[in-house]
């Protein structure tokens, strides 16, 4: 059985690149963009009604929602830590990490800034008195493989550095606070099941008080429903300073997404998830893990899958399957039929 009532067609495997949206984000959705049709779309309720996605995922992560910014995507929502960065700071990163957690880092090159890459397995002993900053995916993208945060979050913290945690690939499923990191960033797509042109991020109080946006708008001023003119411009010790444009759409759906994930409770969803991932290990005569993403070496097998109705990804010549609340056992089944019919 799935573990809740989405309405996916059997053999959707493919939540680390895309999530399926719940039925209360297709309603809340569908609700905005009929207004939008009518002419009926109002602009103040529209940024109010955005602004509700804030306390959500401030439930998510048991946050208060001062600590919340709303964007459009990870990489520009990490553009204005990077820019905080002093000149000559130290990255520290896995290999094989999301670029988006990289680019920001990389762009601030002119600075002296430098993005070091170590094995996953490393990065936590590899912190030392030179670092500035660690970015880490919580669940590797290319992989599935699980981050050891707390060991990475013991070393930040002994060594004073800061610790950025992409929880892309986690939010949803993996429990993740507020306390987890320094900067959680998350693009709210994948497992968080909204549309496509949201992100979010979560600092600790004392980074919005001292760091600067990068490329701030009317979204992050004191004031921002008040009239868009003038120079008379302050910005908040929030993490509303860190605010840009909301996508209208992504950030409702995102507000009835998350709320239904969250009255399921994420700790259950790991449970259902790894528990799924793990079956299908064991099909194939994979050792356990505690990912919900299974990565096999089989170049060309997403296509081929894909014949038998099983949606996955696959990069650099490795099939990517994801499990998450509306997968079941019959995926896995369908799923361990189809490779072995591949390996005859």
Request: charged share 15%; hydrophobic share 40%; net charge neutral.
């Amino acid at each position: 059985m799935t573990l809740a009532p989405w309405t996916a067609k059997p053999g959707y495997l493919n939540t680390a690149s895309f999530g399926i949206p719940c039925p209360q984000t297709i309603a809340s959705t569908r609700h905005v963009i009929e207004a939008w049709e009518k002419g009926d779309l109002n602009f103040g309720s529209w940024f109010a009604e955005t602004q509700r996605a804030r306390e959500s995922i401030a439930r998510l992560l048991a946050v208060t929602e001062d600590r919340v910014s709303l964007g459009t995507s990870t990489a520009a929502m990490l553009g204005s830590i990077a820019a905080n960065l002093p000149d000559g700071a130290r990255v520290l990163a896995p290999e094989n990490e999301h670029n988006s957690n990289l680019i920001p880092y990389l762009n601030q090159a002119h600075r002296g800034v430098t993005v070091t890459l170590v094995p996953l397995s490393q990065l936590a002993s590899r912190v030392d008195a030179t670092t500035t900053l660690v970015s880490c995916s919580a669940v590797q993208s290319l992989t599935g493989e699980v981050a050891e945060i707390e060991a990475i979050r013991k070393a930040t913290r002994e060594h004073g550095a800061w610790f950025c945690l992409d929880g892309s690939q986690a939010c949803g499923w993996l429990p993740l606070s507020g306390d987890s990191a320094d900067v959680i960033v998350c693009s709210v797509y994948k497992w968080l099941c909204a549309p496509i042109g949201g992100a979010f991020l979560v600092t600790r109080p004392d980074i919005a008080t001292h760091f600067r946006p990068a490329s701030p708008g009317w979204p992050a001023t004191s004031t921002p429903a008040a009239p868009p003119y003038g120079t008379d411009v302050t910005l908040p010790t929030t993490g509303r300073r860190f605010d840009s444009a909301p996508n209208l759409i992504s950030m409702i759906g995102l507000r009835s997404s998350v709320d239904e994930i969250v009255a399921l409770g994420v700790p259950r969803i790991r449970e259902h998830n790894v528990t799924l991932a793990n079956q299908l290990r064991v099909n194939l005569g994979l050792p356990s893990t505690s990912s919900a993403i299974v990565t096999l070496p089989l170049e060309g097998a997403a296509a081929l899958l894909a014949r038998s109705g099983i949606r996955a990804t696959e990069w650099r010549g490795n099939l990517r399957l994801s499990f998450h609340v509306y997968n079941s056992s019959e995926d896995v089944a369908r799923t361990v039929e189809a490779l072995q019919s591949l390996r005859k």
